[in-house]
């Protein structure tokens, strides 16, 4: 039970900074969503940190990792509102925005979770 809280909450701190960043950040007149793409970048590099660590040193319990990776990072970071925003491309006909911002996603998202391991190895 305590397990299943740690995910709660980590998650609602996650999303609720999540709903900031687009918030803020995604420009509403020209529909590119900045916020949707910084979280998912941010988060990206910070469960490759959280994960890097907890594999190099063992210093981060189950728990924290729940609370951090599982629960702040699964908030953090959305996949059904990154597929909605490129529906809304798709539906609109700017297919070079589609292109463009599933391609940075997936590029960038995966490079960031190995430069964050790649982080924690070198520090």
Not at 34 to 56: C, D, E, H, P, R
Not at 74 to 103: C, P, Q, R, V
Request: aromatic residues 18%.
């Amino acid at each position: 039970m305590k397990q299943l809280a740690l995910v709660f909450i980590g998650g609602g701190l996650g999303s609720t900074l999540r709903y900031w960043f687009s918030k803020y950040l995604n420009n509403y007149e020209t529909g590119i969503p900045y916020g949707t793409f910084a979280a998912n970048i941010l988060g990206s590099l910070l469960i490759g940190i959280i994960l890097g660590v907890a594999l190099k040193n063992e210093t981060l319990s189950q728990n924290t990792v729940l609370f951090l990776a599982t629960g702040f990072c699964g908030g953090f970071t959305t996949f059904s509102t990154f597929a909605y925003e490129n529906h809304i491309f798709l539906k609109s006909g700017d297919f070079m925005s589609f292109a463009l911002y599933t391609i940075a996603s997936f590029v960038i998202g995966f490079a960031m979770v190995f430069l964050g391991m790649w982080l924690v190895k070198i520090f």
